[in-house]
């Protein structure tokens, strides 16, 4: 049983444009929601994470929002830039993730130039 | 600056081979992961450890074995390898929350 279903699959927007991936979850014990941008031949990075006390969360052009009582998070990156080409998951875990992650499957983001 | 660093980064194996896979996290860090990765599948945990000593399964351990013996140092092992196990392999540590990860190792059964 997934408990953490992410959407799109692959997604392309143009330069500049604003690129949105979304993810819904399962088990209402979930507390902390991280999402992980991965380059091919790397391992996932931290982008940007929330916890369900808050409704959004933004680090320069990235953007989370949270909407507890439907139970889905999404990813936003305004003025997407060809660098932000990558993979992205979301996550999600509970109580600070010492039992580990569950991941989504993943959106292949690429940004044309 | 290693952070996590995971060795070998590339190996393969013939059905039945076993081998070790190495993760070691210089941040003091009290956790520890392992996760594969398959296309389209997104990242699956295999085993963790919550400190030095204790190890527990995750979603996808049948197959894996583990062992934390320094703090520092979380071992996978693959006791008689399968074609299903060709993957790559993660391990991550962390603090509380937000988990680091290594670069990976890409592990093909022949």
């Known amino acids: 049983q997934q408990q953490v279903k992410q959407s799109p699959q692959s997604l392309i927007v143009q330069k500049g444009g604003i690129s949105i991936i979304n993810c819904a979850y399962e088990?209402?014990?979930?507390?902390?929601f991280p999402w992980y941008q991965q380059f091919p031949g790397k391992g996932p990075a931290l982008l940007i994470a929330?916890?369900?006390?808050?409704s959004e969360k933004k680090e320069g052009r990235f953007t989370i929002s949270f909407n507890k009582s439907a139970k889905q998070f999404s990813l936003h990156i305004m003025d997407s830039q060809p660098g932000d080409s990558a993979t992205y998951f979301c996550?999600?875990?509970?109580?600070?993730?010492?039992?580990?992650?569950?991941f989504g499957k993943g959106t292949h983001l690429i940004i044309q130039p | 600056n290693a952070g996590v660093t995971q060795t070998p980064k590339f190996r393969v194996l013939k059905t039945g081979q076993s081998m070790t896979l190495l993760c070691a996290q210089d941040?003091?860090?009290?956790?520890m992961y392992w996760y594969r990765q398959d296309p389209g599948m997104g990242l699956r945990l295999i085993h963790y450890?919550?400190?030095?000593?204790?190890?527990a399964k995750g979603e996808v351990p049948d197959g894996y074995n583990v062992s934390r013996l320094k703090k520092q140092n979380f071992l996978l092992g693959l006791e008689s390898a399968a074609p299903s196990q060709t993957s790559v392999y993660f391990c991550a540590s962390s603090l509380r929350g937000p988990q680091h990860f290594g670069d990976g190792t890409r592990l093909s059964i022949l």
């Open positions: 088990n209402t014990a979930f507390d902390y």
């Open positions: 996550a999600a875990t509970i109580d600070g993730g010492a039992d580990g992650l569950t």
């Open positions: 450890s919550v400190g030095e000593g204790t190890t």
């Open positions: 941040m003091n860090h009290e956790y």
């Open positions: 929330i916890r369900p006390d808050v």
